[in-house]
């Protein structure tokens, strides 16, 4: 079996080499199913316990086994999420990860391809199995009879799905293919005209069909239905700087492999904000303030500031939550550090 990034036939060592060797591919393949970093990484864990009491000798191929197991353990569970999400309250959004490991710019411009959270998003209209085969498929590059063998169908069968799927995604909203350096200079405008409250230039860098859906998990207000056009953005953003003023600060990161928005209000972690624009304006938002969501952003910002100084006691500033859609107030949290 074929994958991208590697060959499913090539021989593994032995675990718990194997498990390790494998273990970013099924993190991956997990994260892409369930569209939630802290359900994939209890999922690669519940692997592990699976793997560790599996006999070895009665496994052909390592990586081939993780991957089906992984796969398998991923529809069952996206089944379960989906009756969750569907009771949730407000809009959800995936849970974006911090790019803190760069990559090389291969893998860069492949992951904000198939793993921007608007993408993810898009996968949530998919049934769980469709999700499954589309993945391996289009992102993994597996042949269809693999696919079969994981999904107990007929590899006939497994085409019809992966094509279906692909016209679901294609109807749903096609993704426009941006450059990642034309991303990333719309990205630095817009966030000096976020920093300099400059309304004008927000707006100008806003599609006027733009749309704005942001995460509260019901933990923090937020939207309950899209936030539609230019103006209506603009104006978002432009009364937390007055809200707000030198107290907010805006941090660009690379969020699922794209520059995306870190917005810290007095020293606490509000937003993780990621966009997709067509290289000259941006076209839709996706704002997580959910906390739970943002916990790991916030960890990772902390150990980012560890590793670059120390901090002076009585100033360590902190990750927490606030309570409007656009900014809000400040509320105190766990400790994340103050991000650099």
């Known amino acids: 079996m074929t994958y991208a990034g590697g060959t499913m036939a090539a021989a593994m060592p032995a675990a718990p080499d194997a498990f390790h060797q494998a273990r970013p591919r099924l993190h991956g393949i997990a994260y892409r199913m369930l569209g939630s970093v802290a359900e994939a990484e209890d999922l690669v864990q519940d692997l592990w316990i699976r793997w560790d009491a599996t006999a070895r000798d009665a496994v052909d191929?390592?990586?081939?086994?993780?991957?089906?197991?992984?796969?398998?353990?991923?529809?069952?569970?996206?089944?379960?999420?989906?009756?969750?999400?569907?009771?949730?309250?407000?809009?959800?959004?995936?849970?974006?990860?911090?790019?803190?490991?760069?990559?090389?710019?291969?893998?860069?411009?492949?992951l904000a391809d198939d793993v921007s959270l608007a993408f993810l998003l898009l996968m949530e209209r998919l049934a769980p199995e469709a999700r499954a085969a589309f993945l391996l498929r289009d992102v993994f590059d597996a042949d269809y009879a693999d696919i079969g063998r994981i999904l107990g169908k007929s590899a006939a069968a497994c085409r019809q799905t992966v094509s279906r799927a692909r016209t679901t995604m294609a109807l749903t909203g096609p993704r426009p293919s941006v450059p990642r350096e034309a991303h990333a200079a719309v990205m630095r405008r817009f966030a000096q005209a976020l920093s300099a409250g400059d309304f004008a230039g927000l707006q100008d860098l806003i599609a006027d069909d733009a749309r704005l859906m942001s995460d509260g998990g019901g933990k923090v207000k937020s939207f309950p239905v899209p936030l539609l056009g230019a103006r209506r953005i603009a104006q978002l953003f432009y009364a937390a700087h007055l809200r707000h003023g030198a107290g907010m600060r805006i941090q660009l990161a690379e969020l699922n492999g794209r520059t995306a928005v870190l917005r810290i209000i007095e020293g606490v972690l509000e937003s993780a904000q990621s966009y997709e624009t067509d290289g000259a304006r941006i076209v839709q938002v996706l704002v997580q303030r959910n906390p739970d969501k943002l916990a790991r952003i916030a960890a990772a910002l902390a150990g980012q500031a560890a590793a670059g100084r120390e901090e002076s006691p009585g100033e360590r500033p902190r990750a927490g939550q606030a309570n409007d859609a656009g900014a809000g107030a400040r509320r105190t949290g766990p400790p994340i550090g103050r991000p650099t």
């Open 61 to 110: 191929n390592a990586e081939a086994w993780l991957v089906a197991a992984t796969t398998r353990l991923a529809i069952d569970r996206l089944r379960s999420a989906k009756i969750r999400r569907h009771a949730y309250e407000g809009i959800w959004l995936p849970e974006p990860w911090l790019d803190d490991d760069p990559a090389t710019p291969e893998q860069t411009r492949a």
